[in-house]
């Protein structure tokens, strides 16, 4: 994990880690209003997502929901996943991975607005 970004701009929003672990990682991801992350997997690694402040909308292998302030939920490994904000203000929540690899290149995107690829 040397050399690895601890914060990044994306065409969405932000992301920061806040902290890091042979064990696990957790971010800080902010998405703006009216943007929307990659529809993307995972092969090592599950995620739990706490809603911080704003509404986002959460699509778990075609299924959604709404994530509000202080509700959690977990994508298990392999589960196809996409973090939206359809609101007015930031969507912020936090994103503690756990499993056996955390890099940026275990992300398999199956539809991006963004034509990003991988």
């Not at 809603?51 to 490994?77: F, H, N, R, W």
């Amino acid at each position: 994990m040397a050399g690895e970004k601890l914060k990044d701009e994306r065409p969405w929003g932000t992301w920061e880690i806040i902290a890091l672990d042979p064990a696990y990682k957790i971010k800080r991801i902010v998405v703006r209003p009216g943007q929307r992350l990659s529809y993307q997997k995972h092969a090592q690694r599950r995620e739990i997502w706490t809603a911080a402040a704003g509404k986002g909308l959460i699509t778990l292998d075609g299924k959604q929901l709404e994530l509000s302030p202080g509700q959690t939920i977990e994508v298990p490994i392999g589960c196809a996943h996409r973090v939206a904000n359809p609101g007015k203000t930031d969507f912020v929540f936090i994103e503690v991975q756990l499993g056996s690899y955390f890099g940026e290149d275990d992300i398999v995107r199956l539809e991006d607005d963004y034509g990003r690829s991988g």
